[in-house]
């Protein structure tokens, strides 16, 4: 059982837009709630517990811990941030009654607070607002609070809700510092002021059924190596029992039987076995091999489904293949269709935000989600595990009508300096964009808004970081499908294309250096059809970057000069995911990223460009 005893249970999401403090906010309610005794290492961001979340410095799944203050467990659900990953979130608040909703004390509300809170809101859930790091030089606390309280109204009326209670309460907090209150003007030693908050009567305690049957809906999949698959939830009614019986009632087909072999609540940052638990608790559940998020888990005989979890569906896809190129089998452990699609199978069990299918071609794959980003780390996750595969040009799906094509439209909110405005604005009206809305936030800096084709934002954050810098801020809000807008380019020049194979040479490199930009260095591997660099002109060139310098016999003075070549950028997966057409292939192993053309063959290809979709 837990190691504390506790009256009251409150279970609470913290939810933000991406780099707004939840995680650090969360560190520090762990440390000063006790969580951790003298002699623990203490590691900053701990509920990015991933490998990648650590690298990249960000959340992408949602991950629970236990906080125990005054007689009350305290659920923390920690939520990512990014609009890919909002399938996260959505599921995430199934689970709990209300959430903490922080936002930067300078940028203010951004399209992801917007979208948490919508979902929070349809749910009726109970809202409480931090206005985080409030230590910035460039705080606005007061005008960010004015349009906390303006998105707050504004929801409510789009929603329709009747008697919506504006009195929200704000705290304020730094949490990088480890310090909250309730008085901006007057700074404190800890963050007390948060944990009596959530503690409060202002957060009701899951007004649920014990004495029920039981019931489960299963909100996320975990697993272990000696319990196998965990289901993951909240218990809506009753009492579940170890060794007991229970019944997972699926989407199609027979509902199958199982006993409850494991029963484990969250302890801290760790889990911790019950004998049982009752209707408020979330759980992590054994016994059930095969488990799908949504399936709701009853006790036998009592066969009553709760409404399953439907997400908002995907709006970008991918096609992932088995790597055909030259160079495959030569660093990867799984090469065929099948490991691929194990994998693909085992992703979308675990992401309900994820879909795939089969293509008529059986080497290849159609990968559906939310955005580049969220497919990126499934295709980092999966050149880690030792794949070597292939994926196309990230592409929106389109949808018809009343006979009309429509493609899903993003509204693009950025924070840039002021000298970049015109840059932004010219980008970004080339990819179809218009302009929405442009206000100062500060004497050096203005937001730009942006209604524009999810599509014109496929390869544009890179450029963007060259426009503005790298001092610019991007995010972006789903708006739904509006009609199409037109044929674009998917990037403005063509590429240079090695006409043959061979190990890359330097002198061939600086020779080709006039031709434009180049993606590779002397002593790799090449292919004929594998892209070595992009060109600067619109169509594309054939080129031989494996040329030797002739030797002679003759030497002059200065001919044998040293060649210095340039730097090339690093290749990683979501710039190459971001920079190739529609007739290229992103080449994944585990220690490369290349670019290739789909058709190998220089005298199969032309290297004139036309507009695509």
């Known amino acids: 059982m837990s190691t504390q005893s506790f009256s009251n249970i409150k279970n609470i999401a913290v939810v933000a837009h991406v780099d707004h403090g939840k995680t650090t906010l969360v560190d520090g309610l762990l440390q000063q709630s006790g969580v951790y005794d003298?002699?623990?290492?203490?590691?900053?961001?701990?509920?990015?517990?991933?490998?990648?979340?650590?690298?990249?410095?960000?959340?992408?799944?949602?991950k629970n811990c236990a906080i125990f203050w005054k007689d009350t467990k305290i659920n923390l659900l920690d939520t990512p941030g990014h609009a890919d990953f909002g399938g996260e979130v959505e599921r995430g608040l199934i689970m709990v009654d209300g959430i903490l909703l922080l936002v930067d004390a300078s940028e203010g509300p951004l399209p992801q607070t917007r979208f948490v809170l919508e979902k929070a809101l349809k749910r009726n859930l109970k809202v409480g607002v931090i206005i985080n790091k409030i230590d910035r030089?460039?705080?606005?606390?007061?005008?960010?609070?004015?349009?906390?309280?303006?998105?707050?109204?504004?929801?409510?009326?789009?929603?329709?809700?009747?008697?919506?209670?504006?009195?929200?309460?704000?705290?304020?907090?730094?949490?990088?510092e480890g310090w909250a209150t309730l008085d901006p003007t007057n700074k404190k030693e800890n963050m007390h002021d948060i944990l009596d908050f959530i503690v409060s009567d202002y957060y009701p305690l899951p007004n649920l059924d014990k004495e029920g049957p039981f019931q489960m809906l299963v909100a996320?999949?975990?697993?272990?190596?000696?319990?196998?698959?965990q289901c993951v939830g909240r218990i809506q009614r009753g009492t579940i029992k170890k060794h007991e019986g229970y019944t997972c009632m699926v989407a199609e087909g027979k509902n199958k039987n199982f006993k409850a072999s494991n029963i484990q609540v969250y302890d801290k940052l760790a889990t911790a076995d019950a004998d049982e638990a009752s209707a408020g608790e979330i759980i992590l559940l054994a016994g059930m091999a095969d488990g799908f998020i949504g399936d709701t888990i009853v006790v036998q005989g009592n066969e009553e489904a709760l409404e399953r979890i439907y997400v908002e569906p995907p709006t970008v896809a991918v096609n992932v293949s088995v790597n055909t190129s030259p160079l495959s089998g030569r660093e990867g452990e799984y090469l065929t269709s099948r490991k691929l699609e194990e994998f693909l199978d085992e992703s979308c069990k675990l992401n309900v935000a994820l879909q795939y299918e089969a293509t008529d071609d059986p080497k290849i794959y159609k990968l559906k989600g939310r955005g580049e980003l969220q497919l990126a780390i499934i295709f980092e996750e999966l050149r880690r595990k030792g794949f070597e595969f292939m994926i196309s040009r990230p592409e929106v799906l389109f949808k018809d009508e009343d006979g009309v094509r429509t493609e899903p439209f993003e509204k693009v909110v950025m924070d840039v300096p002021n000298d970049t405005t015109g840059a932004i604005t010219e980008a970004l009206s080339l990819r179809k964009g218009i302009m929405s809305g442009m206000n100062p936030i500060t004497e050096d800096r203005t937001r730009v808004e942006f209604d524009i084709p999810s599509r014109g934002l496929i390869g544009y954050r890179s450029k963007f970081l060259t426009d503005t810098r790298g001092e610019g801020l991007m995010s972006s809000e789903y708006l739904g499908y509006k009609p199409y807008a037109g044929d674009m380019n998917a990037r403005q020049n063509g590429a240079l294309i090695s006409d043959r194979a061979g190990k890359i040479t330097p002198y061939a490199l600086f020779n080709l250096l006039p031709n434009g930009e180049q993606f590779v260095v002397p002593g790799e591997q090449t292919y004929e059809g594998q892209v070595i660099g992009e060109h600067n002109k619109v169509n594309e060139a054939n080129v031989n970057c494996v040329r030797e310098k002739h030797l002679s016999s003759v030497r002059t003075a200065g001919k044998d000069q040293n060649v210095i070549l340039p730097p090339v950028r690093p290749r990683t997966l979501e710039w190459a995911m971001d920079w190739i057409d529609n007739d290229e292939w992103v080449e994944v192993t585990p220690l490369n990223v290349r670019i290739r053309k789909k058709e190998l063959a220089a005298n199969k290809r032309s290297v004139v460009r036309t507009k695509k979709d």
């Open 38 to 62: 003298e002699r623990d290492q203490i590691e900053d961001r701990v509920m990015d517990s991933g490998e990648i979340e650590k690298e990249r410095g960000i959340t992408i799944t949602a």
């Open 220 to 229: 996320n999949l975990a697993y272990s190596t000696f319990l196998g698959q």
């Open 137 to 176: 030089p460039d705080e606005r606390i007061a005008e960010v609070k004015g349009e906390v309280e303006d998105l707050l109204l504004d929801l409510a009326m789009s929603l329709e809700i009747e008697d919506f209670d504006i009195d929200i309460p704000f705290l304020y907090a730094s949490a990088k």
